[in-house]
């Protein structure tokens, strides 16, 4: 679910890693007036056609923040925000009293360095972007509009709603291709190339330490700061690896067939020699009437290397997260009796694999709980109560389940 919300206020935002900012309004008009010349290095770099001219203007902090706001009330319910918040609070990904829709708005304002809008077909740069980050942050969302003028974003992120991991990995081929675009501009100022120098890409995708300029980043939960960070990080890696695989056919080739999962974009060569990810089937829990259905989805590896990080530590992620086969959700509601319950299942390459999750997973309940009393325990299950109500979760082969919510009797 993690990116619904964000992709429905796409932005393609520039991030900004580098000095605090500060006020540059007249360097950043002239920066305007460069767009064309940019516009045409960034077009023969990618052998992507530059059809007309990207109209470009300043803008300040607070209009991104009407932006903002307008874009997720066109694009967005109300139930969809609730349905997408729910599901991050069942999981334990966000703290229960987590404003998403509030948190997710000021998180991208305050980030947001320049944004080309698709609808209007127009960048803008904001008023505090600095004068050494204004022309990085312009070649990257100059990178879009090329992007955009050839392959639509608009429809390209539309099309990616169908699964909301696939939509992940839509959103980091726009901000992967714009960053490593942005950074090979750069690359070439100073005489280089990232296409023959790997060590350049590894140190131009490492965003830097920013820690204590972004307040709100800073204080959002793991999720939300890695989930905000993979697009552009993980991103230009996967984008670089095409590159070396398909030549300058990549930059094009990456819209024409679309990853289908973060794990694609972790580990590029199941991009060159696709499987679709497994759709393991629900638990068949046996829940009372009055439940009803409020969202269902897709979680991915990336979705379940942040959750294990976050409850079982990185080196639990690292050697597990990458065994990922697939994985299924669903929310079911009670709202007269004001009660929750989440159906899981999560397919892994191998029983060993899956037996090691259902470990962790253990261990995440245990910790995303204030209370947690154990009923019944075997080699591959366990039963009893957490916050929410009763759990039941079990292993089966390479096949982890859980429900978690169900009434207590």
Not at 234 to 244: D, H, N, S, Y
Not at 276 to 305: M, Q, R, Y
Not at 371 to 382: A, L, Y
Request: glycine share 8%.
């Amino acid at each position: 679910m993690r990116f619904r919300l964000r992709a429905c206020a796409a932005l393609a935002l520039a991030l900004v890693v580098g000095p605090g900012p500060g006020r540059a309004e007249s360097a950043a008009s002239e920066l305007c007036s460069q767009a064309g010349g940019i516009a045409s290095v960034l077009a023969s770099i990618s052998g992507m056609k530059l059809h007309h001219p990207v109209p470009c203007d300043l803008i300040s902090k607070e209009k991104v923040n009407e932006f903002l706001k307008k874009r997720v009330k066109e694009a967005t319910t109300p139930d969809e925000i609730r349905a997408e918040e729910m599901t991050l609070k069942k999981f334990g990904f966000v703290p229960a009293d987590f404003n998403l829709e509030k948190t997710t708005i000021d998180l991208l304002t305050e980030q947001a360095a320049a944004f080309y809008d698709y609808d209007k077909k127009k960048l803008f740069v904001t008023e505090t972007t600095t004068p050494e980050t204004q022309a990085p942050v312009l070649a990257h969302e100059l990178s879009h509009a090329i992007a955009d003028q050839n392959f639509n974003l608009g429809k390209f992120i539309r099309q990616g709603r169908k699964s909301d991991d696939g939509a992940t990995a839509r959103l980091a081929i726009m901000e992967g291709q714009a960053t490593w675009l942005m950074s090979e501009y750069l690359a070439h100022k100073l005489g280089q190339s990232l296409k023959n120098s790997p060590a350049l890409v590894q140190m131009m995708s490492a965003l830097g330490d920013s820690s204590g300029q972004y307040p709100v980043y800073d204080n959002a939960p793991l999720y939300l700061r890695q989930t905000l960070i993979f697009p552009y990080t993980k991103g230009m890696l996967f984008q670089q690896a095409v590159i070396e695989h398909d030549g300058d056919a990549g930059f094009a080739e990456v819209f024409r067939r679309p990853p289908v999962s973060t794990q694609q974009i972790l580990h590029p060569e199941k991009y060159f020699q696709p499987a679709p990810p497994a759709t393991p089937d629900l638990p068949d829990a046996k829940i009372p009437h009055g439940f009803k259905t409020v969202v269902g989805g897709s979680l991915g590896e990336l979705d379940h290397e942040v959750l294990l990080e976050q409850f079982a530590g990185k080196a639990a992620a690292n050697d597990i997260g990458p065994h990922w086969s697939g994985a299924t959700f669903e929310l079911r509601e009670n709202k007269k009796a004001g009660q929750v319950v989440l159906l899981y299942a999560a397919q892994w390459d191998s029983p060993e694999m899956a037996r090691r999750y259902f470990a962790a997973y253990r261990q995440v309940l245990a910790k995303k709980w204030k209370k947690m009393n154990i009923s019944g325990e075997t080699n591959d299950s366990v039963t009893g109560t957490g916050d929410d109500g009763r759990f039941e979760l079990h292993l089966k082969g390479p096949l982890v389940t859980s429900v978690e919510g169900l009434p207590v009797n």
